[in-house]
């Protein structure tokens, strides 16, 4: 399968938890990318328990992580299993970011997380579950740009799409969202409680609460 792919140069997602199942996977994508000269866009979603070695293995394949936030919601059973030592880096972000590697993040919703954005954003800037525990250590947490900077330009490299979106810019998608609160400046404790009170997608209002619900009823009408 890994090589019909390789050979039609199409993009690859492989999704692996564990370093294991990950030096197994590099195992193939090295003999077959150098096999079929492959050149796409690939990358690996996960990747919670990966180590240094194959994090250099994927950056000298020219792949990308993308993670997701299923420890803020499974934190306390990994660390049951684990250890506490174990999940302080699981995922090791700040390793794969310190590698020069492309990092995308999202949700993996709603198979495993909530699709809420903020959930995943406050995981990666405190660290925490949902349910308070901490997991990660002080140097694998985020910024609140960084994190940011993972959801939207990140995300945006995986669909080819970073000319168009993940960026305030020249010739970028112009859809915007007004929050409940500032990203930026709430309190960490609060950025899982963000919402969108309006959200404008393709120059349509799609989303609106107090006090924008007028735009909304004045969009429908005029269409």
Known sequence: MTRLVAQKQWPIRQHATYDESISRILDVFERIFRETGYRARWGIDHAETITPRNIARVKAMGGAFAIQDRM?????????????EAAAHAPPIRQMLDAGLTVGAGTDATRVASYNPWISLYWMVTGKTVGGMQLASPENRLSREEALRLYTL???WFSGEEEQKGR?????????AILSADYMTVPEEQIRRIESVLTVT?????????PFTMFRSRTAAAG
Request: proline share 3%; aromatic share 18%.
């Open 72 to 84: 803020a919601f499974a934190g306390e059973f990994f660390v049951e299993r684990y250890g506490k």
């Open 154 to 156: 990140g995300s945006a």
């Open 202 to 210: 393709g120059g349509d209002v799609v989303y609106s609460a107090d």
């Open 168 to 176: 305030i810019a020249p010739g970028q998608l112009g859809d915007f």
